[in-house]
């Protein structure tokens, strides 16, 4: 299955498309195996049930069987959200892997699966500084005025509509500032700095990368030494490139 | 030359895999060896992170353990002791589990033990890509994963392939490196001993993790 890949800057600013991303079964199955936060035994299976993604046309053929697909079965059932969680912190290793080029040791998964405390860390620390600024050059402000950090918080989330895939980037933004907020004090320079990764898994599917980019660090992080992670949004609008 | 994280990406593996004592070897390492910070507290440096998500696995697993070895007691005293130490098998850059899910059906989860052989990994697992592909959807051939041709979509890094014989064996490689086979034993009676299991599967692992050049003489 072939999803438009777009890239944004901030939540609101520019977007470009790059060519689609091609999230099949296989491998978006054991990603989310291993990076998912539940515990579910056939994520490959879950994952075309729920989202219809070719497995089926793909095989190949055997005359007289039919390419029959069971999305039906859904009938009088919902959608895991366990499972779409999984499938949505898949999407951004998968990303950081082809798109970004980054090698398999780039890519630290810290999601902590500690329930009910409010998350201080990402989803990922992707050591990206060197592969910066990539494919996002088409969107980026001036590169050259941007000194990359090394390490990279990144959050990846799974939608099911345009506007939970909206609300799902304004709530990973939160938990990116619960990051900075750690920071600010011994690593300002890495503040304001992060990808949020989303997929939007029913029609009209995208995954959606946002570049998060400081346009006043110095703000930022006085305004996380002041009132930590309770940022008001115009704060971080007058911080954040296209936020 | 690896990466001082290295060690807390492979734990990750490990422990997706199951491998729940190399997973436990490596953070102990990683991260009790240092000073790990709290995640409710400031850090130093992005790389405290990860240092304090090992040492928050470390309690989860240990939790996890004591939780196994309670319920597993209900069975002491059959036959069979259950554990939770699966087959390990390994290779000069991978590591492996090997578990029977089935009457006749066994999985291989395996990973990269040393993540400088990422480049081999895939380079060999195409290989069987060009030999005896399973054909899955929209995957185009060997050449084209991992290069974006003009229009052409980001596609796997991976392969999926099959190895025949029995046990038969159906194999997926990840864009991560991660390995997954599925293996069923085909015959009407079961064998005698695990080693015509494992040793099909410790072939698997060995193809790929032999230089190119050399099985090309």
Redesign the interface.
């Known amino acids: 299955m072939n999803v438009p890949l777009i890239v944004q800057l901030g939540v609101n600013g520019a977007v470009r498309v790059l060519h689609p991303i091609c999230l099949d079964a296989g491998s978006v199955g054991i990603t989310s195996n291993y990076a998912g936060s539940y515990h579910i035994l056939s994520m490959e299976q879950h994952y075309d049930d729920y989202v219809i993604t070719g497995r089926t046309i793909g095989l190949s053929p055997i005359s007289g069987f039919p390419a029959a697909h069971p999305y039906e079965r859904l009938t009088g059932k919902i959608r895991a959200p366990g499972v779409t969680g999984n499938i949505g912190e898949a999407i951004a290793a998968i990303f950081a892997r082809r798109v970004l080029l980054a090698e398999v040791g780039d890519i630290a998964h810290i999601r902590p699966r500690r329930p009910f405390r409010k998350r201080k860390s990402p989803d990922y620390l992707m050591r990206l500084g060197r592969l910066m600024p990539g494919p996002f050059s088409i969107i980026a402000p001036d590169v050259t005025q941007i000194s990359w950090p090394q390490w990279w918080p990144v959050e990846s989330k799974a939608r099911s509509t345009v506007a939970s895939s909206n609300s799902g980037r304004k709530e990973a933004l939160k938990q990116l500032v619960a990051y900075w907020q750690l920071l600010s004090s011994s690593q300002p320079l890495t503040v304001g700095y992060g990808l949020i990764v989303t997929f939007n898994y029913q029609p009209p599917r995208e995954v959606r990368v946002c570049l998060i980019l400081p346009s006043n660090q110095g703000q930022l992080n006085q305004a996380l030494t002041q009132n930590g992670t309770n940022i008001d949004d115009s704060v971080l609008r007058s911080c954040l490139y296209g936020c | 030359m690896a ?1 001082e ?2 060690n ?2 492979i734990a ?2 490990a422990l ?1 895999a199951g491998d729940f004592s190399y997973c436990e070897q490596l953070l102990r390492e990683f991260s009790l060896s240092h000073d790990a910070p709290s ?9 405290d ?2 240092r ?2 090992g040492v ?1 696995r470390l309690r ?1 697993l240990w939790q996890k353990r004591g939780e196994f070895r309670k319920l597993s007691l209900d069975y002491t005293g059959t036959d069979i002791e259950i554990t939770d130490k699966p087959i390990i098998l390994e290779t000069t850059h991978l590591r492996a589990t090997l578990w029977r899910t089935g009457e006749r059906e066994f999985l291989l989860q395996g990973y ?1 033990k040393d ?1 400088s052989w ?1 480049s081999g990994l895939f380079e060999r697992a195409h290989v069987h890509l060009s030999g005896v592909a399973e ?5 185009l051939p060997a050449d084209s994963a ?1 290069t ?1 041709a003009e ?8 392969a ?1 392939w099959i190895v025949e014989g029995n046990p038969f064996i159906q194999v ?1 490689l ?5 390995l ?1 086979a599925s293996g069923i034993w085909t015959g009407s009676h079961l064998p005698e001993s695990a080693e015509l299991i494992t040793g099909a599967f410790h072939t698997l692992l060995s193809t790929l993790d032999i230089p190119l050049a050399q099985t090309s003489r």
């Open positions: 990466a994280t290295d807390f990406i990750t593996f997706w995640l409710d507290q400031s850090v130093e440096r992005p790389e992170f990860l304090a998500t928050l989860q990269l993540l990422q054909k899955k959807d929209s995957i991992g974006q229009g052409r979509p980001y596609m796997p890094l991976g999926a997926e990840s864009d991560l490196g991660l997954e």
